[in-house]
């Protein structure tokens, strides 16, 4: 057994692609992080997830837009569920803090 803490050991990403980090697989679920500094999703691609997807914002600023143009704010702290199905995209990102999400995906 290994003790980790979310905001270490943490890369920074560069150029337009966020970290993606997985910490726990498991038949039905997925819990990784996240690290963002500024990276967005294309405006042509949508993320269309096949399972729920539980989101926790734990530093920076962060912008969902779901498909239809809704558009949600999250700060640090924010929690928010993805249902299967939804189509979404990340619209921004703050640099300064960077964003370190959890994302814990299941069926």
């Given at each position: 057994m290994v003790i980790r803490n979310l905001f270490k050991e943490i890369n920074l990403p560069d150029g337009n692609e966020e970290i993606f980090e997985s910490l726990c697989k498991a038949k039905n679920v997925?819990?990784?992080?996240?690290?963002?500094?500024?990276?967005?999703?294309?405006?042509?691609?949508?993320?269309?997830?096949?399972?729920?997807?539980w989101v926790v914002l734990?530093?920076?600023?962060?912008?969902?837009?779901?498909?239809?143009?809704?558009?949600?704010?999250?700060?640090?702290?924010?929690?928010?569920?993805?249902p299967a199905g939804q189509k979404h995209r990340v619209s921004y990102t703050s640099t300064e803090p960077y964003c370190i999400w959890l994302a814990v995906h299941f069926n």
């Open positions: 997925h819990i990784e992080r996240i690290v963002s500094k500024g990276q967005t999703t294309p405006p042509y691609k949508w993320y269309d997830p096949q399972n729920y997807e734990l530093q920076g600023k962060a912008s969902l837009e779901l498909e239809g143009g809704k558009l949600i704010h999250l700060k640090k702290g924010d929690h928010l569920l993805i």
